[in-house]
């Protein structure tokens, strides 16, 4: 195996862009959403779940890191887990492949939390519309989330069909087969 590429997000855009790109896109999804869900649905809007709604807002960063386990578990011995609590309240869920997965499972596991938990809150939204305005911004903020994901998978798309993925300390290497 040798190493095709080395992608690092973080490295190539730098944190201050990412969070500003992340911020936009929230701003965005928002926007988009919420207009579009007004359009459709209408009737007032309640906040009486709001105390709910923010635990559901600091779970969808926990749950969003252990969905991108689910299409990795045939390789748990090779996934490693750490769970930090920060601010004394956020828990955080961070995930590293100890070996090198398939382009196409990494790929998919980068793709589940976005596919998943976007679905369930566009179908929340529209099943609850008065509490819209709370699935709204749990969506846009999910996206945010996602935006570094979805990087990472436009970069992967482009590496060799049987290519390795692997993490290290310089971010993802596209490793590919010795011919």
């Known amino acids: 195996m040798h190493c095709w590429k080395t992608i690092n997000v973080q490295k190539q855009y730098g944190h201050d862009r990412l969070i500003l790109l992340s911020i936009m896109s929230m701003l965005a999804v928002f926007s988009v959403f919420y ?3 007004n359009v459709f649905r209408h009737g ?5 779940l709001f105390p709910l709604f923010i635990i559901v807002l600091l779970m969808i960063y926990p ?3 252990v969905l991108h386990f689910l299409p990795l578990i045939h390789a748990k011995r090779k996934i490693q887990f750490q769970l930090n609590i920060h601010y004394k309240v956020i828990p955080t869920v961070k995930m590293h492949v100890a070996e090198p997965v398939r382009k196409s499972h990494y790929i998919t596991s980068l793709l589940v939390p976005f596919f998943l938990l976007n679905s369930g ?3 929340g939204a529209m099943e609850f519309s008065s509490y819209r305005h709370y699935f709204a911004l749990l969506l846009a903020f999910h996206c945010g989330l996602c935006l570094v994901d979805l990087l990472y998978v436009k970069h992967l798309v482009k590496a060799p069909k049987k290519a390795l ?3 290290n ?3 993802f290497q596209i490793l590919v087969p010795l011919h």
């Open 35 to 37: 207009i579009a869900l």
């Open 165 to 167: 993925i692997e993490e």
């Open 121 to 123: 809150l566009v179908i």
């Open 44 to 48: 007032p809007v309640t906040d009486k």
């Open 63 to 65: 749950i969003h890191k």
């Open 169 to 171: 300390e310089k971010g």
